[in-house]
Nanobody, 116 residues
Framework: QVQLVESGGGLVQPGGSLRLSCATS????????MGWYRQAPGKQRELVAH???????NYPDSVKGRFTISRDNAKKTIYLQMNSLKPEDTAVYYC??????????WGQGTQVTVSS
């Protein structure tokens, strides 16, 4: 059974930082490309960070320079370090595991709220 479990969300003031984690089980983690997505109320889910099995990373302009994705293959976990958070970063953040031509998997999400 595949599980992706996010943690680390919460309430933070503008300009603050949070670190999200996504622990996985049931997949050969090292060969999966992994990503963080977010969905704000009334908006479509969007990619915020992506890391391939070969450690290539990709970010949209909206978070570039503020967010950093990383992975620990030994712990089968990915992380998202979020700095200089803005109110528009408020969303539910989801972890994603994907291989070309194979089933992709999602976590249940963790809420991030940026507010004073």
């Amino acid at each position: 059974q595949v599980q992706l479990v996010e943690s680390g969300g919460g309430l933070v003031q503008p300009g603050g930082s949070l670190r999200l984690s996504c622990a996985t089980s049931g997949i050969i983690f090292s060969i999966y490309d992994m990503g963080w997505y977010r969905q704000a109320p009334g908006k479509q889910r969007e990619l915020v960070a992506h890391i391939t099995s070969g450690l290539t990373t990709n970010y949209p302009d909206s978070v570039k320079g503020r967010f950093t994705i990383s992975r620990d293959n030994a712990k089968k976990t990915i992380y998202l370090q979020m700095n200089s958070l803005k109110p528009e970063d408020t969303a539910v953040y989801y972890c994603n595991a994907r291989r070309p031509g194979r089933t992709e998997y999602w976590g249940q999400g963790t809420q991030v709220t940026v507010s004073s």
